[in-house]
């Protein structure tokens, strides 16, 4: 791979990561990737239940941006493990039936769809450090009752044509392999991961339809504005269309 391919990459990856910290768009894929946001508004995603200040893991281009997250630690180091770094983290807050319950969500933008591995393994283990890395912070000695559900969420605008168009999860299901036994969900629904492959061609889905047009560098800003406004009712920000959407 040339050099000027490498920083093409390297510069879409970093645009990705900006735009996927902004808490008006960040809210739109949790209402269609996370199970429990399903029936929320995207106001009250976006100004209730993202907690904390997120953080992404490349330089902040717009610092003083009120609407772009940052903060929960985007680097999770373990000993004998190594260093994960997160694109973005972050904790959230949702109703439920047994009250307000918290979830830890990572939001990671691939532009390179095939990087030597399947993306689906790299997705599970960054689930697996969400996970353990909450010994000592959310849990201590045995009580793993308290370990919250850790999501992992993967963008790829680069997929190959025949899975372009999806959005896939894969979770922890309950199996009955002799009997009828049932554990209560909550117990065992602990991990999510949901690969969201864009494509060039246009889809019935709303989050696929709204990632392609905000994410194509072959339209006119204007237009782009003007369609974003009139059929999803997203205003560009100042500091995106001077940044990122170039």
Same mark, same amino acid.
């Given at each position: 791979?040339?050099? *000027?391919?490498?920083?093409?990459?390297?510069?879409?990856?970093?645009?990705?990561?900006?735009?996927?910290?902004?808490? *008006?768009?960040?809210?739109?894929?949790?209402?269609?990737?996370?199970?429990?946001?399903?029936?929320?508004?995207?106001?009250?995603i976006?100004?209730?239940?993202?907690?904390?200040?997120?953080?992404?893991?490349?330089?902040?281009?717009?610092?003083?941006?009120?609407?772009?997250?940052?903060?929960l630690?985007?680097?999770?180091?373990?000993?004998g @493990?190594?260093?994960?770094?997160?694109?973005?983290?972050?904790?959230?807050?949702?109703?439920?039936?047994?009250?307000?319950?918290?979830?830890? !969500?990572? !939001? @990671?933008?691939q532009n390179?769809?095939?990087p030597?591995?399947?993306?689906?393994?790299?997705?599970?283990?960054?689930?697996?450090?969400?996970?353990?890395?909450?010994h000592?912070?959310e849990?201590t000695?045995?009580?793993y009752?308290?370990?919250?559900k +850790?999501?992992?969420?993967?963008i790829?605008p680069?997929p190959?044509?025949?899975?372009?168009?999806?959005i896939?999860?894969?979770?922890i299901q309950?199996?009955?392999?002799v009997?009828?036994?049932?554990?209560e969900?909550?117990n065992?629904?602990?991990?999510?991961?949901?690969?969201?492959l864009?494509?060039?061609?246009q889809?019935?889905?709303?989050?696929l339809?709204?990632?392609?047009i905000?994410?194509?560098?072959?339209?006119?800003?204007?237009?782009?504005?003007?369609?974003?406004?009139?059929?999803?009712n997203?205003?560009?920000?100042?500091?995106?269309?001077?940044? +990122?959407? +170039?």
């Amino acid at each position: 791979m040339s050099n *000027d391919i490498k920083n093409t990459m390297t510069a879409y990856d970093s645009i990705y990561k900006q735009l996927f910290a902004e808490k *008006d768009i960040l809210s739109r894929i949790m209402k269609e990737c996370v199970d429990e946001f399903k029936d929320c508004s995207l106001e009250d995603i976006a100004n209730k239940y993202i907690e904390g200040t997120p953080q992404i893991s490349s330089e902040e281009v717009f610092p003083t941006n009120p609407n772009k997250i940052r903060g929960l630690s985007n680097e999770d180091k373990s000993i004998g @493990e190594g260093t994960v770094t997160y694109d973005i983290r972050f904790l959230a807050t949702v109703p439920n039936t047994d009250g307000l319950i918290q979830l830890i !969500v990572n !939001v @990671e933008a691939q532009n390179k769809y095939h990087p030597g591995y399947p993306l689906i393994k790299r997705a599970l283990y960054y689930c697996s450090r969400m996970m353990s890395a909450q010994h000592g912070t959310e849990f201590t000695e045995s009580h793993y009752e308290k370990i919250k559900k +850790v999501y992992s969420i993967w963008i790829c605008p680069n997929p190959p044509k025949k899975d372009s168009n999806t959005i896939t999860s894969y979770s922890i299901q309950e199996n009955n392999i002799v009997g009828n036994f049932k554990e209560e969900v909550k117990n065992y629904d602990l991990i999510k991961v949901v690969m969201v492959l864009l494509g060039k061609s246009q889809s019935d889905n709303n989050l696929l339809k709204f990632l392609r047009i905000l994410l194509r560098n072959d339209m006119l800003i204007e237009e782009k504005q003007r369609i974003l406004k009139e059929d999803f009712n997203y205003n560009i920000s100042k500091n995106i269309e001077r940044e +990122v959407i +170039v």
